[in-house]
């Protein structure tokens, strides 16, 4: 069998080592647009932040993926599907026949449509490129404004303070990372982060990008331009459905898959972040992975069915320690607050008909596996006071 997987992120690579394990003959090719072998993307922080080296980042190097069935090719880009033909064709004009396809395009990272845009030195934060472009602009110093100050945000605004750039972040809300703290909470972090240096412009719009060959500044609502050489844009990603859209396949704002990770046509298969499963989307790299073996399994004729679990997510900046889980929006839950301001430390459950549905701790995240437990078992909570306290308090009592 003639299994083709089109992208060579963390799900499309997972996928493809799968399905090559357990798929008797299968002739497995891994197409990858990046020009890069399979990487760990989720690691671009610390590369950034100059913690680990390109090649650490290598998750499957190229003798790893021969020995293990895969055909893999770097920098070839699928342009089009021919479902009734059962062909793939990459850009530059090859055909690629298949019996299966696995469609792992992951997503992209929205760039807001301003004047000035388009000017060198604006980048988005997604992948490798991005990075090694990042590296090169802070090697000659000066001003960086990341526009975003969600958690890739200020991911990218520490990593570029840590290469000695002046940070400046602009934020539409009133605090840093919104969604996931509060006013409080946001204000301790706003803090922490000013003194490594990251000033912060919120809540406040981006009304254009200015310069004239390169990127020089950024002009915010009240009318102030922040000197930039550098702009990074982290304000969402969106997923890359273009390929399957044109090929007819149903598309709402993922690929459509049911349980097993098939699409609308049975020969097509989709995992990772460019998927919509019963209307969700995905965003983080554990659910990606995990469809990816739901898809391997099912290619090997295995009843496999993928169950979301609840997301969590931490903050990847040295010395600031911040995680959420769960459904963390204030609007449909109802919050439990621990605050301990001298320590800089604060917790945040939501509450859902007297279930733990999510948590946000800050300053302290070593009771992010003992609330994950609970939020995953729909743990009714008897005492809100002992459940706030945390795991040393329920192996005290
Ligand atoms: C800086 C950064 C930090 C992150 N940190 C975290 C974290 O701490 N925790 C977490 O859980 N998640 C994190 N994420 C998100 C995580 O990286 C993604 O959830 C994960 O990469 C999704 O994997 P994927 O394989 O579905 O998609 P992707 O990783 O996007 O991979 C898709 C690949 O397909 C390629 N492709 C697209 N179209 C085509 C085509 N037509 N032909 C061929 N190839 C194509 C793309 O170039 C890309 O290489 C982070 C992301 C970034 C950018």
Redesign the pocket.
């Known amino acids: 069998m003639k299994v083709v997987v089109?992208?060579?992120?963390?799900?499309?690579t997972r996928c493809a080592v799968q399905v090559a394990r357990r798929v008797p003959g299968a002739e497995v090719t891994l197409?990858?647009?990046?020009l890069a072998l399979p990487y760990d993307?989720?690691a671009?922080?610390r590369l950034l932040a100059g913690e680990v080296e390109v090649g650490d980042l290598i998750t499957h190097p190229i003798l790893a993926l021969e020995a293990a069935g895969i055909r893999f090719r770097a920098g070839?880009?699928?342009?089009a599907l021919d479902r009734a033909a059962q062909v793939v064709e990459t850009t530059k004009g090859e055909r690629i026949g298949y019996d299966r396809l696995v469609l792992?395009?992951?997503?992209a990272a929205v760039r807001l449509p301003l004047p000035g845009a388009e000017l060198p030195g604006v980048l988005a934060?997604?992948?490798l490129g991005d990075v090694r472009a990042m590296l090169r602009l802070a090697a000659e110093g000066g001003h960086a404004v990341v526009i975003g100050g969600g958690l890739?945000g200020l991911?990218a605004a520490t990593g570029l303070a840590a290469r000695g750039m002046k940070v400046t972040v602009v934020h539409a809300m009133g605090w840093p990372m919104d969604r996931q703290l509060d006013p409080e909470a946001g204000a301790l972090l706003t803090a922490r982060l000013g003194r490594r240096g990251i000033r912060f412009v919120m809540p406040a719009a981006t009304v254009a990008l200015e310069g004239e060959r390169h990127v020089q500044g950024v002009r915010v609502d009240d009318g102030r331009v922040l000197p930039a050489s550098l702009v990074v844009m982290s304000v969402g990603i969106r997923p890359?459905v273009a390929?399957a859209r044109a090929a007819g396949l149903q598309v709402a704002r993922g690929v459509v898959v049911d349980d097993a990770m098939r699409s609308s046509d049975p020969a097509i298969y989709a995992?990772?972040?460019?998927t919509e499963h019963k209307g969700r989307l995905?965003?983080?790299?554990?659910p990606?992975l995990e469809q990816a073996e739901v898809a391997a399994a099912a290619l090997a004729g295995d009843a496999a069915c993928w169950q979301p679990v609840p997301d969590q997510?931490?903050l990847?900046v040295s010395g600031t320690a911040v995680w959420s889980a769960g459904e963390i929006s204030a609007e449909t839950a109802e919050a439990i607050i621990l605050r301990d301001e001298d320590a800089e430390e604060y917790r945040r459950l939501f509450l859902r008909d007297g279930r733990l549905v999510g948590a946000v701790l800050y300053g302290d995240t070593a009771d992010a596996g003992y609330y994950m437990r609970l939020i995953a078992e729909q743990h009714v909570v008897e005492s809100r006071a002992e459940l706030v306290l945390g795991s040393s308090f329920e192996a005290a009592a």
């Not at 197409?31 to 990046?34: D, I, K, S």
């Not at 792992?104 to 997503?107: Q, W």
């Not at 995992?271 to 460019?274: D, H, I, L, N, S």
């Open positions: 089109v992208g060579a992120g963390p799900a499309g197409l990858g647009a990046e993307r989720v671009l922080s070839v880009a699928v342009a792992a395009t992951g997503s934060y997604r992948d890739l991911e890359h390929l995992v990772g972040e460019c995905i965003g983080l790299v554990k990606a997510a931490a990847k």
